[in-house]
């Protein structure tokens, strides 16, 4: 068997041994920190292949070995601090094994939610000063960036809306569940509203407010508003297939904002 594997051969074993990879996200988000030590992330591994056949263990340990996740670009960056190896991986990796375990969700909170909108109009700002042609390469970088924020934020929106349908119907049977059960039923009732609570103040109401179009912002436009101008700027500019995309991201932003109306209700 070789010894060096690519990237696909790489994520291929990765994704076929996911534990390794949730257990560290799941660190990493339980500290609040983009990196995990390389001792931890080691004994994890290690930890793990104890059950593996001799040719899986091989596999692993080849394809989770740092330097072939360097290599891979699967690890970002390596840093250093206080004679440990931080390990920092790419947030295309981090997202895909966070699409594969519904736990792992991270929810949009009010922070998260002005950081997008704030890269948005930063965005726009630079947009207005450029020169809109194709052969101009600071203005494809800015015109895909653009594209790629909205993708990546709807892409976001859509993911938290399935997420809060989920935990609202099993929110839901645990409540039918409980009715049956009249002794305990007052104190997890005052459980269940201190739970949806805390849902619905950090996670459905920002969502809501940031996809209201009439919502008015102290620090800058709306959403909607800055999509708006961006679509008329590129109107104006000559580029009517990329303002007609910007249109239907707005629509499409649009959409998301009734599933969670209806969830919050």
Known sequence: MTKRFNTI????????????MFDSIQTMDD?????????????????????????DRKRVQVAFKTNNLLRNQVIADIAKHDGERLLVFQDEVLNLFRLCE???HQ????????????SLRSVCIRLE????????PDYTEQRDDLLKQLSDLLGVLRKNVSSIESLNQQLEKISAKA???????????????????????????????FLNDKARLSDGPNLF????????????????????QIFLFSM?????????????A
């Open 107 to 118: 929810e949009l909170t009010d922070s998260r939610l002005k950081s997008h909108l704030d």
């Open 252 to 264: 499409s932003f649009t959409s998301v904002y009734k599933p969670m109306s209806r969830i919050s």
């Open 31 to 55: 500290l609040n920190s983009r990196f995990i030590r390389e001792t931890d992330f080691i004994r994890r591994i290690r930890d793990y292949m104890t059950n593996l056949s001799d040719e």
């Open 179 to 209: 009715s049956y059960n009249e002794q305990h039923f007052a104190r997890f009732r005052q459980e269940m509203f201190n739970n949806i609570s805390q849902v619905y103040e950090r996670h459905i109401k920002p969502v809501l407010a």
């Open 102 to 104: 519904a736990s792992l």
């Open 225 to 244: 508003k800055v999509l708006h101008e961006v679509q008329s700027l590129f109107e104006r500019r000559n580029h009517p297939n990329i303002a007609d």
């Open 9 to 20: 051969e790489t994520l291929r074993v990765m994704l076929a041994h996911p534990d390794i």
């Open 129 to 136: 000063s450029a020169s809109f042609s194709d052969l101009d």
